[in-house]
């Protein structure tokens, strides 16, 4: 079934490409592309199957004892990956979720400490209650018109109002938001 060249080609597909000599383009390219080579194919002929790609018993067993990298992974990493089961992916896990909840409880807590007090009131300006004349009686007429600035001794306060049509309990003109600066 096979031809006297050395290679053992697998019993899987059109037989005229099992029997292709060793030195056509299209057996080189084959023997490239899965990569056959003498030492594989001995070792295919001895039938030992299950160690695959490895050259012997010998050689599978040496890698599962050391942890050289195999492929750019530790040969036992790579076990467990696969399987799902070992300890480092369990690991891994593990320490990823720990550290979600770490952080998902650092940003909760910045939040929480990070929201600003609505609704504080400066010198009798209460937002939501005092009016414009409220304000303008307490602190004077504006700087600006168009901006809404008022000028102390010591500070700038810029008042929103609120404009237009405004909910139920708001009056146009309600100061919104009093921010200052000294």
């Known amino acids: 079934m096979y031809s006297n060249n050395e290679y053992q080609w697998p019993k899987i597909g059109d037989p005229a490409f099992r029997d292709l000599p060793a030195d056509s383009w299209i057996g080189k390219w084959i023997r490239r592309i899965f990569a056959y080579e003498e030492k594989s194919a001995n070792f295919m002929k001895k039938g030992d199957y299950e160690v695959w790609p490895f050259r012997s018993r010998e050689e599978y067993e040496e890698a599962l004892k050391n942890p050289l990298l195999l492929n750019g992974t530790d040969s036992r990493l790579a ?104």
């Open 79 to 182: 076990t467990s990956i696969r399987s799902c089961v070992g300890e480092p992916l369990k690991r891994t896990v593990g320490c990823f979720f720990e550290s979600m909840e770490k952080l998902l409880l650092s940003i909760l807590i910045l939040v929480f400490l990070g929201s600003s007090v609505s609704a504080r009131g400066w010198r009798g300006i209460i937002p939501l209650h005092s009016t414009r004349a409220d304000i303008e009686s307490l602190v004077g007429k504006p700087s600006s018109e168009r901006n809404d600035i008022y000028h102390t001794d010591k500070e700038f306060v810029r008042v929103d109002y609120a404009k237009g049509r405004c909910e139920v309990g708001r009056v146009a003109g309600t100061c919104l938001l009093t921010p200052f600066s000294p």
